[in-house]
């Protein structure tokens, strides 16, 4: 099993900044590809940012593009999700996942999930 453990999220006004933590434990072999996702109350959970093992492959949602940034540090288990020029609208819940394949990731399928950390961003 994997426990996934977020941290970072809070208040911030339009304009701000939040870096995200998600710190992995347990069978961290399962951890090759991790996320960002988030989700707001009647809306699905969309796939924010996803980075591979070695952070050769990423994705971006257009939404962020330009104004977030996904890293990891394998020697510490943690995927990063750096957050700049927050907008109102990227207030959510935000959930980091993890996989053995960026596939699963991609596609939403990933078998490991943490219990999200709110972001609240105000105008």
């Known amino acids: 099993q994997v426990q996934l453990v977020e941290s970072g999220g809070g208040l911030v006004q339009a304009g701000g900044s939040l870096r995200l933590s998600c710190a992995a434990s347990g069978r961290t072999a399962s951890t090759s590809a991790m996320g960002w996702f988030r989700q707001v109350p009647g809306k699905e959970r969309e796939l924010v940012a996803a980075?591979?093992?070695?952070?050769?492959?990423?994705y971006y949602a257009d939404s962020v593009k330009g104004r977030f940034t996904i890293s990891r540090d394998n020697a510490k288990n943690t995927v990063y999700l750096q957050m700049n020029s927050l907008k109102p609208e990227d207030t959510a819940v935000y959930y980091c996942a993890a996989d053995s394949t960026y596939s699963a990731i991609k596609n939403s399928r990933a078998a490991f999930w943490g219990q999200g950390t709110q972001v609240t961003v105000s105008s």
């Open positions: 980075i591979s093992w070695g952070g050769y492959s990423s």
